[in-house]
C-alpha cells in the first residue's frame, strides 16, 4: 500500500512572498511519480507540478518548484512570489508504476495568501 | 484539446434513488479513472478503465456501483438505491497512453447531494 501525508493543514503567506507546503510519502515501489494538484474554490483540480521519481533533478514550472529528497521520502513544494490567485487547496499525489494507475492524495493543505 | 467534461455538475436526489454521471476525456487520452471527494479530504480512488476495459476497482465501489466505457470514449458511473453517506464530489480524470506522462487531468466534477 502507498500513503502520502500532508501534515499542514492550513498555511498561509503574504502576498509576494515565499512559501513551502511539506508532503511525506511512503512506497514500496522504485519507480513512481509524485504530483502536486491545486484545487481552488470552484473545486476544478489543476496540475501544479510532476516529478519523476528516476529524475534527481528538481522539477520547476515557473513560481513552483520542488524539493524532492528520494531516501527521506518526502516532497515539498515552494511557491515564490505568492499571488492571491494562487489561494486553493494544494494536494500532493502518487502514483506508483507497479500498482493499479491510481493516484493516491494527500489530505491537503489549505493555502490563504494575505494583501 | 477541450479538457475533461462532466455532466451533471450538480445532482440533488432522494435516497433511494438512481443516479448516473457522465465523463468526457480528453479525446487523445485512453486511460479514465473515477474518484470520490468528501469536503476537505483529497480525492479517493474508485475505478479505472484502459481502453473500455475497467481493469481496477477500489473497494469503496460497492455492489450499488456500477461504472462502464462502452467504446473506450466517455464513460457513466451509476449509483443505485442512493444513501446518504454517497453524498460527495465525484471527479472524473484521463491521461494518455504514453506510460512514462501518466499525468491525469481531472474535469470539474459532479457534485451528489442525497437528501
Known amino acids: 500500500a502507498q500513503t502520502v501525508t500532508q501534515s499542514q493543514p492550513e498555511m498561509s503567506v503574504q502576498e509576494a512572498e515565499t512559501v513551502t507546503l511539506s508532503c511525506t510519502y511512503d512506497?514500496?515501489?522504485?519507480?513512481?511519480?509524485l504530483f502536486w494538484y491545486k484545487q481552488p474554490p470552484s473545486r476544478q483540480m489543476i496540475l501544479v507540478i510532476r516529478?519523476?521519481?528516476?529524475?534527481?533533478q528538481n522539477a520547476t514550472e515557473n513560481r513552483f518548484s520542488v524539493n524532492f529528497q528520494k531516501a527521506a521520502k518526502s516532497f515539498s513544494l515552494k511557491i515564490s512570489d505568492s499571488q492571491l490567485g494562487d489561494a486553493a487547496m494544494y494536494f500532493c499525489a502518487l502514483i506508483s508504476s507497479g500498482s493499479a494507475r491510481q493516484l493516491t492524495f494527500g489530505s491537503g493543505t489549505q493555502l490563504t495568501v494575505l494583501p | 484539446d477541450t479538457g475533461v467534461s462532466q455532466n451533471p455538475r450538480h445532482k440533488i436526489t432522494k435516497r433511494g434513488q438512481n443516479v448516473t454521471f457522465r465523463c468526457d476525456p480528453i479525446?487523445?487520452?485512453?486511460?479514465l479513472y473515477w474518484y470520490r471527494q468528501t469536503l476537505g479530504q483529497g480525492p479517493e480512488f474508485l475505478t479505472y478503465f484502459q481502453n473500455e476495459a475497467q481493469l481496477e476497482k477500489s473497494r469503496l465501489l460497492s455492489d450499488r456501483f456500477s461504472a462502464e466505457r462502452p467504446k473506450g470514449s466517455f464513460s457513466t458511473l451509476e449509483i443505485q438505491r442512493t444513501e446518504q453517506g454517497d453524498s460527495a464530489m465525484y471527479l472524473c480524470?484521463?491521461?494518455?497512453?504514453?506510460?512514462?506522462?501518466?499525468?491525469?487531468?481531472f474535469g470539474p466534477g459532479t457534485r451528489l447531494t442525497v437528501l
Open positions: 479525446s487523445e487520452h485512453n486511460r
Open positions: 512506497t514500496s515501489e522504485s519507480d513512481y511519480y
Open positions: 516529478q519523476e521519481a528516476y529524475k534527481q
Open positions: 480524470a484521463s491521461s494518455s497512453r504514453d506510460r512514462r506522462t501518466d499525468t491525469q487531468y
